[in-house]
């Protein structure tokens, strides 16, 4: 069997040769906020970097807020000296860049795995949550589906304008889920579906939505779950990236209009055992409804890694299948948790709460810190939807109170890491103060 090293190496000269005319490779993590930071390293060096020699880069840079800002969290950024800490290469996600002007690679680095991993970082989190769960011979399955927008390039003094019809010209302005949209927006829609199979992304079904110029893209069912939520991430790159080579805009904002639908995550999650069998099915179904209560208990706990921004918060309990309060139903979109008619062997749970721009490593490890809760607890569910219309329990759709809910929450922090908890409570609280630090001009109009 191969060193890890040597199965970098091999990687490396492998993407060099298909890809004589690239010259550069960014190699890049996703932050608490969810966006990608990260170094444009020389391909020859990278070369070097597979081979053992170090990669560092700022611990800090995991902090960043919405804006790429730092703030004081404890002794983080300020008083801490602003440490370097070591990152690896994650193998098998080494892949060229198609929609940049100049040939280019790209690769996800990591913290987990190296010998001081930084407890904060959003992988590993899910690394350590993943961990747990095969030790105790619990092995995930799982499947993201996300949502965006479609909208012109252009800004009109910076709101977004509805996307052209290519066919038309006109302004793609009417909530539709014809399937004519699919094919008069083939052509963008096409080039993100090949890129991200170039990137080693399965995607599935592709899907035109209810909101003008909105569309939704499904991934295959995965038994790697880290992969699972690289391919969520990777995916919002380069689609974003896709969709501005064709002149558009792409946007996973959880609710971009107010009138239309907002963007969700939705994570299709089953569990096996070592041999193969759907823990979720066994005795009559009855794992499934302790996972479901697992699920709903800690989920007001998790509202600022489910819906981590302002606007996040007001997709909730907005038009279309977006609920209001922590409810489950067989086959119920108005459901956050769904369980999707299937056979034992695919017996799942469908989670629809989290925003599409949600960090997707945090929104699986909420998930899966949920399912284990209620595997261990034992516990019955409330009332199903399709029982009682009114089930469910409240959760807070204020980002303050939502930050207190989830820090003070002992499973949640013992699921997710207490160092966690905290750095990212007062990420988000930090983030929510600064969005306030400004005045909209409604303000006038109403207080002046």
């Not at 930084?118 to 799982?142: C, D, M, S, W």
Request: charged share 25%; aromatic share 8%; net charge negative.
């Amino acid at each position: 069997m191969k060193s890890p090293s040597a199965t970098l190496l091999a990687e490396v000269r492998t993407f060099r040769q298909n890809h004589p005319d690239v010259r550069y490779v960014d190699l890049i993590a996703l932050d608490i906020a969810g966006h990608f930071y990260g170094k444009r390293y020389p391909v020859d060096m990278l070369e070097k970097v597979a081979a053992g020699s170090p990669l560092k880069l700022p611990q800090n840079a995991v902090l960043l807020g919405a804006q790429g800002g730092l703030f004081k969290i404890g002794d983080y950024c300020f008083n801490d000296g602003d440490p370097d800490a070591n990152r690896r290469l994650v193998p098998g996600t080494l892949t060229p860049v198609s929609w940049e002007s100049q040939p280019l690679g790209q690769m996800l680095i990591t913290s987990d795995g190296t010998e001081a991993p930084i407890e904060f970082e959003p992988r590993e989190v899910l690394a350590n949550v993943l961990e747990r769960l095969r030790l105790k011979g619990i092995h995930p399955v799982v499947a993201f589906e996300l949502e965006f927008y479609l909208f012109d390039k252009k800004l009109d003094n910076g709101l977004p304008q509805f996307p052209r019809d290519p066919l038309s010209d006109d302004a793609d302005d009417q909530p539709t889920l014809h399937i004519e949209r699919l094919s008069r927006f083939g052509d963008v829609l096409d080039d993100m579906a090949q890129t991200a199979t170039a990137q080693g992304i399965d995607i599935t079904v592709i899907t035109a939505e209810i909101g003008p110029g909105q569309f939704e893209i499904n991934f295959g069912h995965c038994d790697d779950g880290l992969r699972a939520a690289d391919w969520a991430a990777l995916f919002c790159r380069s689609t974003r990236g896709v969709a501005l080579k064709h002149g558009y805009r792409a946007s996973f904002m959880a609710k971009p209009y107010l009138q239309f639908p907002g963007s969700g995550m939705h994570v299709h999650v089953s569990l096996y055992d070592g041999a193969g069998n759907n823990l979720l099915a066994a005795h009559q179904q009855q794992p499934l409804r302790h996972a479901v209560a697992g699920c709903l208990a800690l989920l007001p706990h998790c509202m600022p890694i489910f819906a981590p921004n302002h606007n996040a918060l007001r997709r909730l309990g907005g038009t279309v299948n977006a609920a209001t309060r922590a409810s489950w139903g067989f086959e119920d979109r108005d459901a956050c948790v769904r369980i999707p008619e299937s056979d034992p062997r695919n017996l799942r749970i469908e989670h629809r709460l989290a925003s599409a721009d949600a960090n997707p490593y945090l929104v699986l490890a909420a998930i899966l810190a949920g399912l284990e809760h209620g595997l261990e607890a034992r516990q019955d569910p409330i009332a199903p939807l399709n029982e009682d219309r009114s089930s469910g329990t409240d959760f807070p759709v204020e980002m303050l109170d939502a930050v207190r809910a989830m820090q003070h929450q002992q499973v949640v922090r013992d699921k997710l890491g207490a160092e966690f908890v905290d750095v990212y409570c007062e990420n988000k609280r930090q983030d929510h103060l600064a969005f306030q630090q400004e005045i909209h001009a409604r303000e006038y109009r109403w207080f002046l």
